[in-house]
């Protein structure tokens, strides 16, 4: 079972351009949505979370936006770089530092 | 903080061999997960631990995969007997349990090929 579903599975953006990506949940005992961003070789960072209990959360160029009724979230990367290149995961958890389920994950391709 | 750190980086061995993966955790981290990844799969969770104590080894794919954390700042992933399709990149990350606010420290993982 399936329980974080992540699309798309690859996108190409422009510099400067907007990148979204969407991830819709199954199990309504989450309460904590992280995104996590990796880099060829490395192990997946921690980029933004959020919690049910607010309904969008900015910082720097990205921001997540939440919809606890549809079981949906979303993260958007404004103003994308180059070295914004990488694959992002959306995660769900019952609480930060619990186990994490992950998403699919979706490479990203910033074009200069 | 030096961060979750992982050896050995690769693993080249033949099918049949024993593989021992190891993780230290960041220090005062009393949480322990071994994620696997692979291109089919994604990212799998294996088995945590929270206090060293084995809390939920539901991931682990069968008897020949198993997970050690003799104390607060070492843990073990063994496979034995290895075979080709545990061919993957395994990630141990840590964090603190119980607060409520701490995310998940992944380590740079170990990559695993099994010939």
């Known amino acids: 079972q399936q329980q974080v579903k992540q699309s798309p599975q690859s996108l190409i953006v422009q510099k400067g351009g907007i990148s979204i990506i969407n991830c819709a949940y199954e199990?309504?005992?989450?309460?904590?949505f992280p995104w996590y961003q990796q880099f060829p070789g490395k192990g997946p960072a921690l980029l933004i979370a959020i919690r049910p209990d607010v309904s969008e959360k900015k910082e720097g160029r990205f921001t997540i936006s939440f919809n606890k009724s549809a079981k949906q979230f979303s993260l958007h990367i404004m103003d994308s770089q180059p070295g914004d290149s990488a694959t992002y995961f959306c995660?769900?958890?019952?609480?930060?530092?619990?186990?994490?389920?992950f998403g699919g994950g979706t490479r990203v391709l910033v074009k200069p | 903080d030096a961060g979750v750190i992982q050896s050995p980086r690769h693993e080249v061995t033949e099918m049949g061999q024993e593989v021992t993966l190891r993780c230290k955790p960041i220090s005062g981290h009393n949480s322990l997960f071994w994620y696997r990844q692979t291109m089919m799969r994604g990212l799998e969770l294996l088995i945590y631990?929270?206090?060293?104590?084995?809390?939920?080894d539901s991931g682990m794919p069968e008897d020949r995969f198993s997970a050690k954390m003799p104390n607060a700042s070492f843990s073990t992933l063994k496979i034995q007997p290895s075979e080709p399709r545990d061919s993957a990149v395994y990630f141990c990350a840590s964090s603190v349990f119980g607060t409520g606010n701490s995310p998940l420290h992944f380590g740079n993982g170990t990559r695993l090929t099994v010939t």
């Open positions: 995660a769900a958890s019952k609480a930060a530092g619990n186990k994490l389920t």
């Open positions: 631990f929270n206090n060293n104590v084995p809390i939920d």
């Open positions: 199990n309504t005992a989450f309460d904590y």
